[in-house]
């Protein structure tokens, strides 16, 4: 069992926050742990917390047509979240997807940092705001500092797109939401990750 592996099993029983309480799976992470570019999202979802696995439902079918816009698959990448758990408001009795309070997600970050020292990825790809202030800096705007990169302590470089969840809303409205922005972004990310990768390689 690899160290990966040995997180994982141990997250699957966390009980370190609220969150625990009401779930179904943990959704650790999942593709190739050994990829130069790993993709990280804020948290899952009611599909992704029924399943264990992350960006399942719609935003993640618009995520998997952007990978094969690039000629990619979940199986050449990793892709994880910030936090581990789905955080739901259920004051309805109906739950409703929330956004991880900031405890959460700083409770979290003790499966995220040796999830992400144990891939080593080269680049890591922010998947919206809240992810990017996570892992890039508090004050990341997306509107205007998508797309750039940005030193990491998680990886050599780091560069944020816009969320599936976001560019399917837009669409509704019009156009392509922000689509042709996703796949560039993530063209990009990869080229990045594999020079690097190339670079390392042939010292």
């Known amino acids: ?12 029983i966390c009980t370190k926050c609220g969150l625990h309480e009401r779930r179904t799976n943990v959704v650790f992470g999942e593709g190739d742990p050994n990829s130069p570019l790993v993709l990280v999202g804020e948290g899952p979802g009611d599909q992704e917390d029924k399943t264990g696995r992350p960006f399942v439902g719609r935003s993640g079918q618009l995520l998997d047509r952007a990978l094969a816009d690039n000629g990619l698959s979940r199986s050449d990448i990793y892709i994880c979240n910030t936090v ?18 900031p405890q959460e997600t700083a409770t979290c970050r003790d499966w995220l940092i040796p999830q992400l020292a144990e891939i080593k990825p080269w680049v890591i790809l922010a998947i919206g705001a809240p992810s990017a202030k996570n892992l890039i800096k508090k004050d990341f705007k ?6 750039l990169y940005f030193p990491c302590e998680f990886a050599k470089t780091a ?4 969320h599936p969840s976001y560019i399917l809303r837009q669409q509704n409205i019009s156009g392509d939401g922000g689509y042709s922005l996703l ?16 670079k390392h390689e042939s010292l």
């Open 1 to 12: 069992m690899t160290t990966l592996d040995q997180l994982k099993q141990a997250a699957s």
């Open 84 to 101: 581990k758990c789905r955080a739901a408001d259920w004051s309805t009795g109906k739950p409703q997807n929330r956004p991880p309070t």
């Open 142 to 147: 997306i509107t205007k500092e998508r797309g």
């Open 159 to 162: 560069i944020a797109t816009l």
């Open 183 to 198: 796949v560039t972004d993530i063209k990009r990310a990869w080229e990045t990750a594999l020079e690097l990768r190339k």
